[in-house]
Nanobody
Framework: VQLQAFGGGLVQAGGSLTLSCAVSGRTSLLYGVAWFRRAPGKDREFVSNIQWSGDSTLYGDSVKGRFTTPRDSAKNTVYLQMNNLKPEDTAVYYC?????????WGQGTLVTVSS
């Protein structure tokens, strides 16, 4: 299984941005796809997760009500729709695939929110 995240960029505070995580390979091995982020000088933070074969989602407290993570099964793509962005959302965002005994990471994509 391979994951590739893209869609980062520069956005003003209060704006919106959508990231994409394209999944390829043996997707039947996946349990879910999660988004994490790492801001400069901070630890990695959980953002969201969606089941690969279901619709159950989880969100980190800092993004609840602002971010959603829909999935397009036909395209094997998971999105991170980010609304009402804040400067503290500035980070490198990673998507990760959860397998039975492993987590696979895609490369990160930088999101910068200007005040």
């Amino acid at each position: 299984v391979q994951l590739q995240a893209f869609g980062g960029g520069l956005v003003q505070a209060g704006g919106s941005l959508t990231l994409s995580c394209a999944v390829s390979g043996r997707t039947s091995l996946l349990y879910g796809v999660a988004w994490f982020r790492r801001a400069p000088g901070k630890d990695r933070e959980f953002v969201s997760n969606i089941q690969w074969s279901g619709d159950s989602t989880l969100y980190g407290d800092s993004v609840k009500g602002r971010f959603t993570t829909p999935r397009d099964s036909a395209k094997n793509t998971v999105y991170l729709q980010m609304n009402n962005l804040k400067p503290e959302d500035t980070a490198v965002y990673y998507c990760a695939g959860g397998l039975l005994n492993n987590i696979l990471w895609g490369q990160g994509t930088l999101v910068t929110v200007s005040s």
